[in-house]
């Protein structure tokens, strides 16, 4: 079972990093967000250079990458960095939908982590000397709850690009 969860990493960090289109379309949603735009404002949006209009965090940089289909894969970066690091639980992607006049960004479950969270009472009753991993629920709260707030940055540059407005981080201060 170890072995098989160990591959199942591996394969999820592959995917991760050959950003297989695939990959990020698939998986349950965690973090779903809608902005809703007219056609103008869709038909002139771009999303090229997401990450300059990020925040500057203390956590490892989000990159983003464009698809075949014309959306957007966004994860943490894995480029070594000073910022903290924690458990990714979600993998994104910003999608337009020109028929339903929005922008939508999805957080979608880490395969590695749900397969975890489900084997984790039989690991613990099979084997009693593993009870310290049922501390993994709590760092995969830990960790949604820093991405949670972190997409939701995702979502306000993005809606700053529908509505043509400058980054938030560039605006004067009132």
């Given at each position: 079972m170890a072995i098989a969860l160990i591959a199942l990493m591996l394969i999820e960090l592959l995917l991760l990093l050959a950003w297989v289109p695939l990959f990020f379309r698939t998986g349950i949603v965690l973090f779903n967000q809608r902005i809703a735009a007219s056609p103008d404002d869709l038909k002139h949006l771009s999303l090229g250079g997401l990450e300059r209009d990020m925040p500057i965090e203390r956590w490892a940089r989000l990159s983003f990458r464009a698809l075949a289909d014309g959306s957007v894969a966004f994860r943490e970066s894995f480029a070594p960095g000073f910022g903290g690091r924690y458990f990714p639980l979600m993998h994104g992607q910003i999608v337009v939908d020109t028929r339903r006049r929005e922008v939508r960004v999805f957080g979608r479950c880490s395969w590695f982590a749900l397969v975890l969270a489900v084997l984790?009472?039989?690991?613990?009753?099979?084997?009693?000397?593993?009870?310290?991993?049922?501390?993994?629920?709590?760092?995969?709260?830990?960790?949604?709850?820093?991405?949670?707030?972190?997409?939701?940055?995702?979502?306000?540059?993005?809606?700053?690009?529908?509505?043509?407005?400058?980054?938030?981080?560039?605006?004067?201060?009132?």
């Open positions: 984790l009472v039989p690991i613990v009753l099979l084997r009693p000397v593993a009870w310290p991993m049922l501390a993994v629920p709590s760092l995969f709260c830990i960790g949604y709850h820093i991405q949670r707030r972190r997409y939701a940055n995702v979502v306000e540059a993005v809606r700053a690009r529908v509505r043509n407005e400058f980054p938030w981080q560039f605006k004067a201060p009132p």
